[in-house]
């Protein structure tokens, strides 16, 4: 019986599409790398969930607040620490770096690489600006803003209609209470999509490995393990030392959220988790308006393992090149990637489109260095995305206890493993059910 339990639960499942999908890319590299549809098909299957659940998430929090100030004080909150923890995972990635000088030796020729392979990036960079990007936040039509899945612009328009439905009040009543019942609906379906992730993970790492091979892992090794081991020392350094003075365990946390892991791990992307660890993060104790708000906000804002791949990366590519960069030049790469990282996920290919806005503001480092890491950076966007999701999920506690919305005793009790006295949270049942047992 036991047996069964474990076999059933999702994490096992993925656990074994990956398997099965590394082994399959090695058998046949050829068939494994045509699996990529498979992949691209469950995560397109959850981003088409996103924008609505994203809205009535919003929409029904901030509706039910007792005054719009909160809203803005909660934004105020997770804008700054956003600000901070960011800024200390691009601050990380540069001493590493500078530290274990992966791109020594390597010995690249600019002039001898071909400027094809990264001309879409290099292209798609120039469209980087600040205020291109603050302007692009401000959708042209709120049909077009959820059609592309445009998530700032979906969020601005949530909290505007929140905002509104709030000033009018008991009028409105009506309408959130069908708002809030359309987002129980979506996370139900969220609960019958999430039943394919072990298929969809199977796709995407057949995709990875049997397209690009594990060899050419080797030549760029020492920068992919200084990605890796800097993203864990972010982890469970800086992010464990956050969540202790939060009140909270990281490690009860990372198992409470592990089904979600594994599955960015399969699919790379930390948007196909989006709506169950916002459910996840609402069950455990943490407001609605909160969850609504700081979430998909982080996913704009707060990408920390991004952060610590883009300084990573410049300076590999400057140290790969033969550039010897002065202490004020490396400052000064941390500087162009304070702005640059925060538009980070406005496009397709996010963190290599902002590497390659960085080294087009810095010309000191050759651009034609991106080709070094272009083929192995999908083998990186693994570390990125996970990293990317914890960091996200620890703000979303950590504001929330910050703004005094966190049930802490809740949040420790589901933490240790035990059943709250009420399951009184909306979407409880897509938790509980894949939960139970741990």
Not at 58 to 80: E, H, P, Q, S, T
Not at 152 to 167: D, I
Request: glycine share 12%.
């Amino acid at each position: 019986m036991r047996s069964r339990r474990v076999y059933s639960s999702l994490w096992v499942q993925v656990l074994v599409g990956i398997a099965l999908g590394v082994v399959f890319a090695f058998v046949s590299p050829g068939h494994a790398a045509a699996m990529k549809p498979i992949g691209d098909g469950f995560i397109k299957l959850v981003k088409m969930l996103i924008a609505p659940v994203v809205f009535t998430t919003v929409v029904v929090g901030i509706a039910r607040m007792a005054a719009m100030k909160d809203v803005g004080r909660i934004g105020l909150k997770a804008l700054f620490y956003f600000e901070v923890v960011s800024s200390l995972a691009l601050a990380l990635g540069l001493v590493v770096v500078t530290v274990l000088r992966p791109g020594v030796g390597v010995g690249f020729d600019p002039a001898t690489a071909d400027p094809g392979a990264v001309s879409a990036y290099t292209t798609e960079s120039r469209h980087l600006g600040t205020v291109d990007f603050l302007l692009n936040v401000i959708p042209d039509t709120i049909v077009g803003a959820f059609a592309r899945g445009e998530m700032l612009q979906v969020l601005l328009f949530s909290v505007l209609f929140g905002l509104a439905l709030l000033r009018v009040g008991e009028p409105a009543a009506r309408l959130i209470q069908i708002l809030a019942t359309i987002s129980d609906a979506l996370f139900e379906m969220v609960g019958l999509i999430m039943r394919l992730a072990p298929i969809g993970a199977f796709g995407a790492i057949a995709f990875t490995v049997g397209r690009y091979g594990l060899g050419s892992l080797v030549a760029l090794g020492w920068l992919i393990a200084g990605v890796y081991a800097t993203c864990a020392f972010f982890v469970f350094g800086v992010l464990g030392a956050v969540a202790v003075w939060t009140g909270f365990s990281l490690i009860k946390f990372l198992r409470y959220i592990g089904e979600e892991i594994l599955i960015v791990l399969g699919t790379s992307s930390s948007e196909s988790v989006l709506p169950r660890i916002m459910a996840k993060l609402e069950y455990l104790g943490c407001s609605k308006p909160v969850v609504g708000l700081v979430l998909p906000t982080g996913y704009s804002f707060n990408l920390d393992g991004t952060s610590i791949y883009l300084t990573m990366a410049a300076i590999f590519v400057a140290q790969a090149s033969g550039v010897e960069l002065s202490i004020g030049q490396e400052i000064g790469v941390f500087g162009v990637l304070l702005l640059t990282s925060k538009g980070a996920a406005a496009v397709t290919g996010s963190g290599f489109v902002t590497l390659a806005a960085t080294l087009a503001a810095f010309p000191a480092i050759p651009i034609a260095g991106l080709t070094l890491v272009l083929g192995v950076d999908r083998f990186m966007s693994e570390a990125r995305a996970i990293t990317n999701l914890i960091g996200n999920a620890v703000a979303t506690v950590v504001v929330a206890r910050w703004d005094g919305a966190l049930d802490l005793q809740r949040a420790r009790t589901i933490l240790d493993g035990r059943t709250p006295a009420e399951a009184t949270i909306p979407n409880a049942a897509i938790v509980t059910v894949t939960y139970a047992g741990g």
